[in-house]
Every structure is written in C-alpha cells, then in structure tokens.
C-alpha cells in the first residue's frame, strides 16, 4: 500500500504561482511513476502532469505545458507542481496519483486509470 498527502493548494489571483506537494508513505519502493490530476466541478478528473522513474520522463497535458513544471526530491519521495501564470480554468482538486506497475517503455502517463493509489486532494482556486 503507498498512502499519498496533498498540501500547498490556497486561492490565488490570475497570474499568480503556487506549489502544490505530495508526500508518499509506505511501500514507497514499488512505486514507479506518480503525478497529478485535477477535477473541477461538475468535469471529469483530468491529466495534469505525471512523471516516470525510469528515464525520468515527464508528460503534461497542453492545456498546462510551459506553466506547470513537476518534479521530486531525490528519495523521490515527494513530488512537486509548480504553477505559474495561473487562470481562472486552473479552479480544481488537484489530487495526487501513483503507479506501482511497470512502466513500460513508449507509455505515456496520461490516464486516470493507469494509476494505482490516489491522495485526497487540494483545492486550488484562482480568482480573476
């Protein structure tokens, strides 16, 4: 079992930047990818960024490319989303996901259901 902790979400201004971070415990040793998602009312939970071990690979849905940078710390136990320039769109829970099956090479990380544990969320609101 891997048990993830969102924190750093808040209210912010268009334009402004925040860094949301997910700590990860428990068998953090089969973890092999991890990333976030966001749902905002009334939509689906979405791909915002994720991140695999191996190769260090990185992929970000367009709507957040050259704004939202992810990345961890060197045990790899925590990730971070640093977002910059934010919109009034960027409104959502942003929860935090990890995979503990292989991944393979070629696979893009961009679905909710290719992860495997889920943390609880963080509410992120930017004001226009």
């Known amino acids: 079992q891997v048990q ?12 402004g930047s925040l860094r949301l971070s997910c700590a990860q415990s428990g068998r953090t040793f089969s973890t092999e990818a991890m990333g976030w998602f966001r749902q905002a009312p009334g939509k689906e939970r979405e791909f915002v960024a994720t991140m695999s071990w191996s190769g260090g690979r990185t992929f970000y849905a367009d709507s957040v490319k050259g704004r939202f940078t992810i990345s961890s710390d060197n045990a790899r136990n925590t990730i971070y989303l640093q ?15 990890a995979r503990t099956r292989p991944v393979y090479s070629g696979l893009r990380l961009a679905v909710r259901a290719q992860f495997d544990y889920w943390g609880q969320g963080t509410q992120v609101t930017v004001s226009s």
């Open 4 to 15: 993830l902790v969102e924190s750093g979400g808040g209210l912010v201004q268009a334009g």
């Open 83 to 97: 977002m910059n320039s934010l919109e009034p769109e960027d409104t959502a829970v942003y929860y935090c996901a």
